[in-house]
């Protein structure tokens, strides 16, 4: 049997994350799995989301365990195995040595349109609860660990030319792309997280990407200044990014 492959893409909030993970389970030869290290981060932040008590009930919040489970048997026995990881959840006391045997990948969002979605949500957020200082320290140690860089891929790329985008992504990955990924049956999934019910109505509807349209919503005066302590961060990623052709 060949080696299981396994996927781990790295978001920060209020980005097209779902989406992807939609888009790799359409393939058919590919498990998912939505936010393994949620419940971890809520019990040890104690942060107060949207049916936290619920996440952490219905979740596993050790983090060891959920390692275990990510690199143990595949569900369905399939030979792809998509892990949708929120770069923040990646708390300080997770030890990443079982990181280096996943095909990581980096999936941002321009600053100023994420911190206004986010606001949203959390009136406040501080920046490592918008993930770019964790994907920027992963990154770092992803390539002094296996010497090779970690593939990057933005979102805004991604809609507007999904197969192009996809395309490029798979082949940083060696993964052969399929148009079954193009294309999904709208709804929720078994495989989503109790917390869909709090965050996932919009991309319930879909069966595809939606077409990019740019965001004219300002961030509220207050977080101008987190805006640009992350723009900071996403610059250098943006920049070495997964550019279609």
């Known amino acids: 049997m060949p080696e299981t492959i396994r996927i781990a893409v790295w978001s920060g909030p209020r980005n097209i994350s779902t989406a992807m993970m939609r888009s790799w389970e359409a393939r058919g030869d590919c498990a ?3 936010e393994p290290l949620y419940a971890h981060y809520l019990a040890a932040t104690g942060h107060d989301h949207p049916g936290a008590a619920e996440v952490m009930a219905q979740h596993e919040t050790d983090w060891r365990i959920v390692v ?22 990646l708390l300080p006391d997770i030890e990443l040595d079982w990181i280096e045997s996943l095909r ?14 986010l606001a949203k949500v959390i009136p406040n957020p501080t920046i490592e609860e918008t993930g770019l ?21 933005d979102s805004r790329d991604v809609l507007m030319n999904p197969e192009v985008a996809l395309r490029a992504m798979c082949d940083a990955i060696a993964v052969p792309f399929t148009q079954h990924m ?9 495989t989503d997280g109790v917390w869909a019910k709090h965050w996932y109505a919009n991309v319930e509807k879909t069966s595809g990407f939606e077409p ?21 961060l996403y610059e250098p990623l943006h920049e070495r990014r997964l550019i279609p052709v």
């Open 32 to 34: 998912v799995v939505d």
């Open 68 to 89: 275990d489970a990510l690199l143990g048997p595949v569900p369905g026995e399939k030979p792809l195995f998509y892990q949708k990881h929120m770069a923040h959840h």
């Open 104 to 117: 990581n990948v980096l999936l941002i969002r321009e600053p100023r349109a994420m911190v206004t979605s």
């Open 133 to 153: 200082p964790q994907q920027v320290r992963l990154a770092e140690w992803l390539s002094d660990q296996t010497g090779r860089a970690a593939p990057v891929i």
């Open 182 to 190: 193009l294309t999904w049956a709208p709804g929720p999934r078994a």
């Open 212 to 232: 990019y349209v740019p965001s004219t919503a300002e961030p509220p005066a207050r977080l101008r200044s987190l805006v640009r302590a992350c723009e900071r």
